[in-house]
């Protein structure tokens, strides 16, 4: 089973906590990894890249001149590619690149990127205190307090809005709740701060913690 150092909000240590193996004791899935990972990163692609093609640009419906003895090449439309202001041969457009991934995968994915931070000793457990207005200089004390360096993920049970705009303005923390965060979140964050108790709010994929016998062996 998993352990991390608890700390109150204070930042004094408060010893060790073991943590659920669905979480943060099961085997890490690199495939469930990569795939919600790609997804997730693929999704908030805003694909609004788009150009307009000739039958798209306003104008055009007039001969800019007779088809003969003018001397000049024959054209039907002043919004050709060829003219200034003219449409665009082959350009962007607008696309969809949503991709889906199962929900039994996505946890798995999760609970695997939380399984690695654990076992390297990233993980930290915060008995986190309400905040009653948004205070920045507060949260930052409390966060220097809890062995978390660089860049920080804290996870908590419920969204609070002061906690929440108190650290919006850090820009080493993110904040989010535990069941909204990501494989990809984890990842990205050098130490995950988890509020004690915040996975009990997100039930957990089946057959992602280790088996007594693969524990023992």
Request: aromatic residues 8%.
């Amino acid at each position: 089973m998993a352990e991390a150092s608890r700390y109150t909000f204070a930042g004094s240590a408060s010893g060790k906590v073991q943590l659920p193996d669905e979480w943060f004791g099961a085997e890490v899935n690199k495939s469930a990894v990569y795939q919600a990972m790609r997804a997730q990163r693929t999704n908030d692609r805003a694909g609004t890249a788009s150009t307009k093609t000739r039958a798209l640009v306003r104008g055009g419906g007039a001969k800019p001149w007779r088809q003969k003895g003018t001397g000049r090449a024959r054209a039907g439309s002043n919004r050709s590619p060829l003219w200034k202001g003219g449409g665009t041969v082959f350009g962007p457009t607008a696309k969809d690149w949503h991709e889906r991934v199962p929900q039994k995968v996505r946890r798995i994915a999760f609970a695997s990127a939380l399984s690695d931070k654990a076992a390297e000793g990233l993980v930290r457990v915060v008995e986190l205190e309400a905040f009653d207005e948004p205070k920045t200089q507060r949260l930052v004390k409390a966060l220097s307090g809890w062995d978390a360096e660089g860049r920080v993920l804290l996870l908590t049970r419920v969204y609070d809005d002061n906690l929440f705009r108190s650290g919006r303005n850090v820009a080493a923390l993110t904040i989010k709740k535990f069941s909204d965060a990501s494989s990809l979140d984890v990842l990205r964050h050098d130490v995950v701060v988890v509020e004690d108790g915040a996975w009990e709010s997100r039930p957990a994929a089946s057959g992602n913690a280790k088996s007594e016998e693969s524990a023992n062996g």
